[in-house]
T-cell receptor, first 113, second 112 residues
Framework: NAGVTQTPKFQVLKTGQSMTLQCAQDMNHEYMSWYRQDPGMGLRLIHYSVGAGITDQGEVPNGYNVSRSTTEDFPLRLLSAAPSQTSVYFC????????????FGDGTRLSIL | DAKTTQPPSMDCAEGRAANLPCNHSTISGNEYVYWYRQIHSQGPQYIIHGLKNNETNEMASLIITEDRKSSTLILPHATLRDTAVYYCIVRVGGTGFQKLVFGTGTRLLVSP
């Protein structure tokens, strides 16, 4: 099983550039989410989705856009990259059944110069 | 969500059981205990979760005290590959989406 797949694994951008981080899951999960992890810190929620066509903001949404056109995919867009967005980004998915755990991808390591 | 307290680090010899404690004294009746681990900056890996009963799967066992104020994750035969940061997370059950709040966790070092 592929689970949650994130691409690319590494990316270097210049300030002001835009890009899309891809996330796909093959478990037919309704819920998907994006977190970022800065060095020595825990994960912080950026955006999440409870189903196709439905998204909402997490605790650190500024500078990021998301959309959910299919159940499988949940891309994260950086509109105009800033050095403060240098981080490791994790995508997660979970079933909407009672108390089901979130499953994470291996992350995208993003550096903004 | 209830706050959790874990020791910052623990050591374990390869082949021995690793017992990782977690205190969650303010846990509510509808809150579950979840355990994740993160190996060398990989994505967090789900291990196990429970509400009040002890749970066991192919990876680990979860022992929750009767008053639910603390729990212990048990890796029965630790290997070098179990070296990771282990996170104990408490969150409400149910079907709605809820973010996970990761604390600082316990850094487990398994040595030969």
């Amino acid at each position: 099983n592929a689970g949650v797949t994130q691409t690319p694994k590494f990316q270097v951008l210049k300030t002001g550039q835009s890009m899309t981080l891809q996330c796909a899951q093959d478990m037919n999960h309704e819920y998907m989410s994006w977190y970022r992890q800065d060095p020595g810190m825990g994960l912080r929620l950026i955006h999440y989705s409870v189903g196709a066509g439905i998204t909402d903001q997490g605790e650190v949404p500024n500078g990021y856009n998301v959309s959910r056109s299919t159940t499988e995919d949940f891309p994260l867009r950086l509109l105009s990259a800033a050095p403060s967005q240098t981080s490791v980004y994790f995508c997660a998915s979970s079933s909407n059944s009672d108390s089901q755990p979130q499953h994470f991808g291996d992350g995208t390591r993003l550096s903004i110069l | 969500d209830a706050k959790t307290t874990q020791p910052p680090s623990m050591d374990c010899a390869e082949g021995r059981a690793a017992n990782l404690p977690c205190n969650h004294s303010t846990i509510s009746g509808n809150e579950y205990v979840y355990w994740y681990r993160q190996i060398h900056s990989q994505g967090p890996q789900y291990i196990i979760h429970g509400l009040k009963n002890n749970e066991t799967n192919e990876m680990a066992s979860l022992i929750i005290t009767e008053d639910r104020k603390s729990s212990t994750l048990i890796l029965p035969h630790a290997t070098l590959r179990d070296t990771a940061v282990y996170y104990c997370i408490v969150r409400v059950g149910g079907t709605g989406f809820q973010k996970l709040v990761f604390g600082t966790g316990t850094r487990l070092l398994v040595s030969p």
